[in-house]
């Protein structure tokens, strides 16, 4: 499993990230977000989760 991403992060490597738990599990209804290079994460559904690759 890989870690979890703060929402607002940038710099990330481009590519597909889905919506996780605060320890990094599935979220029932998550969002997927593609970003590019230098692109920042988008907000989460609901405080306290972050994104996973």
């Not at 597909?16 to 994460?41: C, F, K, S, W």
């Given at each position: 499993m890989s870690e979890v991403i703060k929402p607002g992060t940038d710099n990330q490597q481009p590519g597909e990230y889905?919506?996780?738990?605060?320890?990094?599990?599935?979220?029932?209804?998550?969002?997927?977000?593609?970003?590019?290079?230098?692109?920042?994460?988008?907000?989460?559904?609901?405080k306290g989760n972050g994104w996973s690759k």
């Amino acid at each position: 499993m890989s870690e979890v991403i703060k929402p607002g992060t940038d710099n990330q490597q481009p590519g597909e990230y889905h919506e996780v738990g605060p320890r990094g599990g599935q979220v029932p209804g998550g969002h997927t977000a593609n970003i590019d290079a230098g692109d920042r994460l988008p907000p989460t559904s609901k405080k306290g989760n972050g994104w996973s690759k």
